[in-house]
């Protein structure tokens, strides 16, 4: 087998994978390195988002959505369960089943697309004759010749001091997707976009969860109202959320774990839990790359220093994904991807930073993309607003869920849409419309002048686009 490649990917999540993908279409020579390990120590690709991220989260939130719709939901529809069990080995075994069609579908993609896939640790040796030397060690050790090299290692879960993660009582994602048996009493640290997923999963299968949070704001990223909408729900369903805490010492036992903590009136408090997932965000992954020793440069946090064209500081090194700047989606790790592998080939690959959505899997879902009303005001942009509540919604009621509503925000003058957010029922999927709309620079009245199918939940997205000019037809 050749040992010279014209693309080496370091890591084969979806920045990796896909970066990969895309460069053996554009007709080069690729290999991908990963060193994730299945349970039988095989390769397991995808990364962070098939192993321990974006898919088994959702298999576990569809599942646990189940199983509530079937104790509470399904009564109202005239459907008596009687005798409703929970079998949550088998809930966890279906996890991992999805998880592991993920892993073969991208060998089975790699294969296809004639991508040589190496399973071990990749890192850098030296720059040689114009290529970049890698080693890659796993069950066997070899070297390999790019020249160009993908970095694409992603990201850990950030651990708090003192409390490193056991995965058996101090659970980071990992470990949360893992529990096979339903903790009694789960404590959260940290309300944000993993804490508020994997404490729903919990609370729904009979976990009390209490989720601990530092700052004073609930979802501080996510647009004022739907964040009021989102607190509301979230606390009537049963999460326990405490913010402006400070945490203190954390120190697991035999059997629980005891966090202490100051909460926002300064009072000293201690919580004892069966289980503790810390969610605090996510570090960078440099880890085994070698990167001092051929000067591959950091930023101050850590991050791979990249352009804006994922170029790093050694010649034709790029990175993508987790471990450069920007949000810690899937989705922007392989937008990067196909970006750098065109523009390997020489064409102009392009993320458009301002129209990446995104997506909280909770129930009701939260989905959002462009500017929050907070942010116009704060860059005292001129705005209009529209809402349309999911209440008047057919569909909505139809379905039996019509929590939430549909916000547009549009420029005062042009009209140009400048960011939508959904709070409800299949919201991830409602959003792709708006990020379409503001890909092509649409004004609220393009969409509130498109025929959307009726009865649909995409009519509460026509609506609220309506409602920027005051004309909603439903509310
Ligand atoms: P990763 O997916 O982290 O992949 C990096 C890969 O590189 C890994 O396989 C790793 O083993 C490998 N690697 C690292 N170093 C080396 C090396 N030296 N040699 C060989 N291999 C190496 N994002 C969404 O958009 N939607 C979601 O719903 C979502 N849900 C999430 C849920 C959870 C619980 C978590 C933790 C994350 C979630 N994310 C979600 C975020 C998403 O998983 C990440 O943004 C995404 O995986 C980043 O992709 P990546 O390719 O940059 O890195
Ligand atoms: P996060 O950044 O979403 O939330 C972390 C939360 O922890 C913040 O609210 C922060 O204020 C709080 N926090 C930080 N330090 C704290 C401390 N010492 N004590 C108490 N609270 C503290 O990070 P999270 O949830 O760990 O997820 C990491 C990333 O993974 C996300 O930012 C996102 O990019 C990605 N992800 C995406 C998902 C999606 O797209 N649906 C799902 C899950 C994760």
Known sequence: MSKNFDVVVIGAGPGGYVAAIRAAQLGFTVACIDEWKNEKGGPAPGGTCTNVGCIPSKAMLQSSENYDHAGHAFADHGIEVKGLSLNVKKMVARKDSVVKQNNDGILYLFKKNKVTFFHGRGSFVQAVDGAHEIKIAGATEENIFAKHVVIATGSNPRALPGAAFDEKLILSNTGALAITDVPKRLGVIGAGVIGLEMGSVWRRLGSEVTVLEALPAFLGAVDDAVAKEAFKQFTKQGLAISLGV??????????????????????????VFDKLIVSIGRVPNTIGLNAEAVGLKLDERGFIAVDADCKTSLPNVWAVGDVVRGPMLAHKSEEEGVAVAERIAGQHGHVNFNTIPWVIYTSPEIAWVGKTEQQLKAEKIAYKAGSFPFLANGRARALGDTTGFVKFLADAKTDEILGVHIIGAMASELISEAVVAMEFRASSEDIARICHAHPSLSEAVKEAALAVDGRALNF
């Open 246 to 271: 400070q945490i203190g010492a954390i120190t697991a036992g035999k059997n629980d774990v005891t966090v202490n903590y100051v909460d926002d009136k300064g009072a000293a408090q201690k919580a």
